[in-house]
Nanobody, 126 residues
Framework: QVQLVESGGGSVQAGGSLRLSCAASGYTYSSNSMGWFRQAPGKEREGVAIIYRDVGRTYYADSVKGRFTVSQDNAKNTVYLQMNSLKPEDTATYYC???????????????????WGQGTQVTVSS
């Protein structure tokens, strides 16, 4: 049974930083895509930062470029999202997601991802 477990969310003031972690268990795919989506109240779930493991590339939404960094630790089967210079508009529930196989779509489509975490809340106050 595949599980993605997020941690690291919380509340922070604008300009602050948080690091999210996503630990994967139940599978050992090395050739897939894995990363982070977010969903704010009343808005669609959007791709934030994705690692395309097959080709070693990353995707970042324009709104987070230069502030967020996605990384992975293959030995721990864990993906991280370092979020710096946080803004109130970054407030959302952040979800870890992974595909079962090869996926290179840009921007990433949420319906292409097979596995999802339960979500972790990030709240940025002004």
């Amino acid at each position: 049974q595949v599980q993605l477990v997020e941690s690291g969310g919380g509340s922070v003031q604008a300009g602050g930083s948080l690091r999210l972690s996503c630990a994967a268990s139940g599978y050992t795919y090395s050739s897939n895509s894995m990363g982070w989506f977010r969903q704010a109240p009343g808005k669609e779930r959007e791709g934030v930062a994705i690692i395309y493991r097959d080709v070693g590339r990353t995707y970042y939404a324009d709104s987070v470029k230069g502030r967020f960094t996605v990384s992975q630790d293959n030995a721990k089967n864990t993906v991280y999202l370092q979020m710096n210079s946080l803004k109130p508009e970054d407030t959302a529930t952040y979800y870890c997601a992974a595909t079962r196989g090869l996926y290179l779509g840009v921007p990433p489509r949420k319906d292409a991802f097979d596995y999802w975490g339960q979500g972790t809340q990030v709240t940025v106050s002004s």
